[in-house]
Each structure stands twice: as C-alpha cells, then as structure tokens.
C-alpha cells in the first residue's frame, strides 16, 4: 500500500477550500488542520473537510505538508510565520510565484490548474496539478501526494507554470469577461437576461472541449469573411468604445487565424 500523507493547509481562499475538501476524500491523505487568518472562513472549510481549525499560523502543526493556498502576494509573508519542521514539505499552490519564495530546501508547489468558487464542488480527480520540488526527492514526494488528489499530474517549473497560468486566464477569465459584456449589452439594449446566452455558451464549450484545437469548430462572421456584418457590429458599438475596441481585435484575431 502507499504511504499516507499528513497535510495542513494554509489559506482560507477559494483553492483552500477545495483543497481541503480534496484531501478529506482522498485516499492517502490526512488533513490534520485548516490554518487560516480569517476565522469565519476557516471554520466554514475546516467543517467541509471535516478537520480542525486554527487560527495562528505559529501553531500549524507538524505535518509531512504544510499547503500555503494564500494570495500570490501573500505566500512569502506567510512561509515565514510557519513553524519550520525538520520533516515538513512545504508547497504553495500558485501558478505565478516563484518556488523560491518560500525558503529552505524542503519545499515546492502544486499548482491546481482550474477556477474555483467558493460552495462550488468540482471534481477534483480530474483537475490538472502542475508540480515542482526543490530536490529530485521532493518532487517525488509531491507527485506521490498529488497522483492521490488527481488523475492528472505534470511536472512544471516556474517558467512552464507562468505560461501554463498566462493560458488559464485567456481561457477562462478573459473568456469570463466577454460573457459579462455578452450579457450585459442583452440587458440593456433588449431587456433579456442572461439565460438567454447560456444553451449557445455550452455548446461552444463541449465543442471546443471535443477537439484537438478550437480552431476547427470556430463560427461566426469573421471566419466566413463576412466583413460587412461585422462592421454593422462595429457601427453597433459606436456608445461602447472599449467593447467595441474589443471586438474589432477579436475579429480580426479570428479572420487572420482563420485557417
């Protein structure tokens, strides 16, 4: 059988709480506590996880993990206020700091690649986690902890996990974001709300997520080259300058990547 793994997180963030929730369910893993600042949200995720909270970061206990799960800006200043353990691996989990930030030689990251809400379950198991470790050992380590949260694990250095999380946010948050001016123009030119959009958003989203490359299931004007209607969408736009910027860019991104 593998060995099982004792794991504290740090943090009281969306990533902590499904974090958190990941270890309970998981075979080979112990969550022995929930460290968190903010004591509401500390205690809402140690009872989903069915761990103990504690508020200071000076009693964390000893584990073969502490799990800083804090804002990027955040994590330096919080690895210093943890007790240093002699056995103790100790990871954050951002796409965009530096392993170096935490100080030490035991120490590493796994990065959870997907968005999370706090009191949205996602399924864990499939979320891809990008690993790094400050020694061939600790990288194994990690994996070993990380192959028993999910099916889906990589090696990254901070380099790789930049450009992985640079990805993440045109494909997520950026896409977020046109949904948001999709619906917000719906509302106020045509008083319709956003269930209007949403049979046409995840069509788009199981197609892309069916091919090799989205590429080959874009729709729309500009890869037909229909410019005409998209200079009426441009004209449209004439009150919305920014959105309108947007789309032009857009546009043209699709009509020049079209084949």
Known sequence: M??????????SGNVAEALAQACCEAWGVELLAVVARNEERGRHIAKLADTEYIGDMGEAPEADFHIISVSDRAVAEVAEQLPEYENTILLHTAGSVDMASLGGERCGVLYP??????????????????????SEYITSQIEELAANLSQNCYRANQHRRREIHLTGVLACNVVNALYTMAASRLESEEGLSFDVLKPLIIETAMKASQVENPRSVQT????????????????????????????????????????
């Open 113 to 134: 690649f997907q968005t999370f809400t706090a009191s949205r379950k996602v399924d864990f198991s499939q979320v891809p986690l990008f690993v790094e470790g400050a």
């Open 220 to 259: 729309g004007p500009a890869v037909r080259g229909d410019r005409a209607t998209a200079e009426r969408h441009i004209k449209m736009l004439e009150k919305s300058p920014q959105v309108q910027e947007i789309y032009r860019l857009m546009n043209d991104y699709i009509f020049s990547n079209k084949n």
């Open 2 to 11: 593998s060995k099982t793994f004792s794991v504290v997180i740090i943090g």
